[in-house]
């Protein structure tokens, strides 16, 4: 697949310097005639490089290098300090079975499976697991969900 073979090479170019962090891409017709290569291919290839996070899109403006993962802002996560204390042995047996003595008058409750919309909730799932296709077996794309991503730009 012609379109892989020019993203590795694009990749290395970012990799070496050749291409700057945040500088904007050739378009797709001017990457197509520099490769020798349909508009396809090159749309395939600016896809696979946005998915794997090298390059950015940015509506009616073109294609991006993106920022490399290490420079992007890292949370800062807070701090705990953990406390030893001694616990009662009723308190132990909770923990066990945390939902077994939960209070309140859900932890309690069950439906009566013929109250339950079983046919109706299956076809959702039928239908849910129709639109993921294979990427409910899949980890997510490492800087989260490309629609959503595309959304907040």
Known sequence: ????????????????GKLAHGSRMPSLRKMSDLQGVSLTTTLNCYHMLEELGWILAKPQSGFYVSKPLTELATPELPQFKSQLREISP????????????????????????????TETLQRSLKRGLKRLNLTIHAYPDRQGLHSLRYALE
Do not use: N, T
């Open 1 to 16: 697949m012609r379109y892989k073979a020019i993203a590795e090479q694009i990749i290395e170019d970012i990799r070496m």
């Open 90 to 117: 009723q308190e132990s047996a909770i923990s066990y079975r945390p939902g077994a003595y939960d209070p309140g008058p859900l932890g309690i409750s069950q439906i009566a499976p013929e109250l339950m919309p």
